[in-house]
């Protein structure tokens, strides 16, 4: 299983990105997918996560700001990220759990800044 994350940059503050992450290999659906940011000098922390039915569940941090959604015949998940913040600024992981297996992929950075 391989995850392919994408999406990121630089944007201002108050600006939106759309996080995009594809699973592939050989499955036939994905349970659990989601998002993990980790900003220098700190832990990798869970940004939000949606299960394979839909339901989803954020941080109290990006809520209202971030919403995150899926596609399973796509075997994608996205996260819209609005309102952007300079504390926003980190690695985003996407992480995906197949099978009862963890997987994450490679990050891709996130700059929030004027």
């Known amino acids: 299983v391989q995850l392919q994350a994408s999406g990121g940059g630089l944007v201002q503050p108050g600006g939106s990105l759309r996080l995009s992450c594809v699973a592939s290999?050989?499955?036939?659906?994905?349970?659990?997918m989601g998002w993990y940011r980790q900003a220098p000098g700190k832990q990798r922390e869970l940004v939000a996560g949606?299960?394979?039915?839909?339901?989803?569940n954020y941080a109290d941090s990006v809520k209202g700001r971030f919403t995150i959604s899926r596609d399973n015949t796509k075997k994608t998940a996205y996260l819209q990220m609005n309102s952007l913040k300079p504390e926003d600024t980190a690695v985003y992981y996407c992480?995906?759990?197949?099978?009862?297996?963890?997987?994450w992929g490679k990050g891709t950075q996130v700059t929030v800044s004027s």
């Open positions: 992480h995906a759990v197949v099978y009862g297996m963890h997987y």
């Open positions: 290999g050989s499955i036939f659906n994905v349970n659990g």
């Open positions: 949606i299960n394979s039915g839909g339901m989803p």
